[in-house]
């Protein structure tokens, strides 16, 4: 047997002539030529595995011409290699297909145990990526460093937390690594984002640990995502899919890239100093280029980049037009007297009709929307730092709420006018006895809805029998005055004033004293 392997690590050395590798191989010119053309061509390249046998290599190298198994008609490695990366597409398939064709041209095809185990040595002998367990643009497996980065305040000198952000591509293994303030779901989310955008797409599925931020309950029975993130992938178009509890193989490139990006990202960094999120996120940014440019091991001149650019990137799914927007869904709250509710920050109005009832709300960086029983009933701008009063629209409140804030000061004096002098008077009083007109703007407002209840001459009575008695009338008096029906009650005066202006005879004294000396003429 011919030591293919010998003449391939001296070929690749480059420090042996063709004498020597002639003298150490003990074979001839021509099967040294013969065996470096044929593994330039079938792109076999030294090192190879420890496991990779002479006969192996002479099988790939020169199919079935020095085995007694050249009956057999040796698949398409190459082109099986390339169709496993399609969707649905499995050896399972493609072996059937191979056994049809075989069958067709009067071959003799392989079983399909031989058919895939000379597939995986086709693939360990080539460095090409394993497509038996992991397609391209089929997973992304995510997870947060352990270790962190200290980032220092410049004055104080304390130092927070920088935490690490990693996600693996299994095929190629290719990193996308960010480093944030917090673990928090908004931070969780943005990685996200920022990591399709780095990807330049998106992959079937998404398998994250079962960390609060992803995942709410993952048991043998029942799997609660996280609404948030679960909102976050249906507008990816990609399934979350948890790894089992306390089962870190599930996701074991992210285990692997989390300690290799804890080695050439955070280790590297051990010794810089930091004063700033931005100027850590920066380093980050640039040993991570570093990490998926250097060479992998067991792939000679190939890449992370190089692996994902040519074996992955075109079978990811394309991205949305827009980046989504993160967003945070809050415990659900009720809604109090004064219909507003809050995100922590601020607080907002939502339709007064709602008072009592349990709504949901979600947060982004720019809005704030309030749903019941999943319909959006409020929407509002957010406002991220903390404002004195409450932000309210108008159509959020009741109608006698939406008046008052109508009211200003001419407009109720006019209003006070057209009712009467007495309760123009009243209006009047009730503005300017305060430090500022609007102190009175409630006591005007009941004055209107007894000129509603009552009428408006009631309470133009009302009011100016009230000025007779005080300078300063006051809504509960007035409101006693009317419901008792003390405005109709007449004073003696103007009885007497009643009984001479009403029409018909009066018969005064003069008339009595004609009575008793005869008949009146």
Request: aromatic share 10%; proline share 5%.
């Amino acid at each position: 047997m011919v030591n293919y392997r010998e003449i391939l690590r001296m070929t690749a050395d480059g420090s042996y002539g063709i004498r020597q590798i002639k003298a150490d191989a003990h074979c001839s010119y021509d099967k040294i030529r013969e065996t470096q053309e044929a593994a330039r061509a079938k792109g076999i390249s030294w090192p190879l595995a420890d496991d990779v046998t002479n006969e192996e290599l002479q099988e790939f190298l020169f199919p079935g011409k020095y085995t007694s198994l050249s009956i057999y008609q040796m698949p398409d490695f190459a082109y099986i290699h390339k169709e496993l990366a399609r969707t649905g597409v499995n050896l399972t398939l493609l072996h059937e297909e191979y056994t049809n064709k075989c069958l067709a041209e009067g071959t003799t095809p392989y079983r399909y145990t031989q058919f895939c185990d000379k597939y995986r040595r086709w693939a360990k002998v080539t460095k090409a990526t394993m497509r038996i367990k992991h397609k391209p643009g089929d997973k992304t497996e995510v997870d947060w460093a352990g270790d962190t980065l200290p980032i220092f305040d410049p004055v104080t000198g304390d130092a927070d937390p920088g935490y690490l952000f990693v996600a693996a591509l299994p095929c190629s293994f290719y990193v996308f690594a960010e480093l944030c303030e917090n673990m928090q779901q908004e931070s969780w989310q943005s990685c996200h984002i920022h990591m399709y955008n780095y990807f330049g797409g998106v992959t079937r599925l998404l398998i994250p640990d079962n960390l609060k931020t992803g995942v709410v309950t993952n048991s043998r029975y029942e799997l609660v995502v996280n609404k948030s993130y679960q909102e976050l992938a249906e507008y990816y178009d990609t399934a979350i899919v948890p790894c089992r509890v306390e089962a870190p193989n599930d996701k074991s490139h992210a285990e692997g890239s989390v300690k290799y990006a804890e080695t050439w990202i955070l280790a590297k960094l051990r010794n810089r100093k930091f004063f700033s999120f931005e100027e850590a996120r920066a380093a980050v940014r640039e040993t991570l280029e570093e990490l998926n440019s250097r060479e992998i091991k067991s792939r000679k001149g190939w890449t992370r980049k190089k692996a994902f650019l040519e074996e992955e990137a075109p079978f990811l799914k394309p991205l949305p037009k827009e980046p989504y927007e993160p967003a945070t869904w809050l415990p659900e709250q009720k809604v109090g007297h004064d219909y507003l509710v809050s995100d922590g920050i601020n607080k907002y109005s939502v339709p007064f009709d709602l008072i009592g009832q349990q709504v949901a709300i979600k947060t982004t960086r720019k809005l704030v929307e309030v749903y019941f029983h999943g319909e959006r009933m409020a929407v509002h701008a957010r406002q991220m730092t903390s404002q004195r009063d409450p932000i309210v629209k108008l159509e959020h409140m009741p109608a006698e709420h939406q008046a008052y804030l109508k009211y200003t000061e001419e407009e109720l004096i006019a209003w006070g006018k057209g009712i009467g002098p007495a309760t123009q008077l009243t209006v009047e009083s009730f503005l300017h006895r305060g430090k500022e007109p609007e102190q009175g703007y409630k006591f005007c407002a009941s004055l209107q809805k007894l000129a509603k209840q009552y009428s408006g001459s009631r309470l133009e009575a009302a009011c100016e029998k009230l000025l007779e008695c005080t300078s300063k009338p006051d809504i509960r008096t007035l409101s006693s005055m009317l419901r008792n029906g003390q405005d109709k009650v007449r004073k003696p005066k103007e009885d007497q004033e009643q009984k001479h202006t009403s029409t018909g005879h009066t018969r005064g004294a003069d008339y009595y004293r004609n009575l008793k000396g005869g008949a009146v003429k």
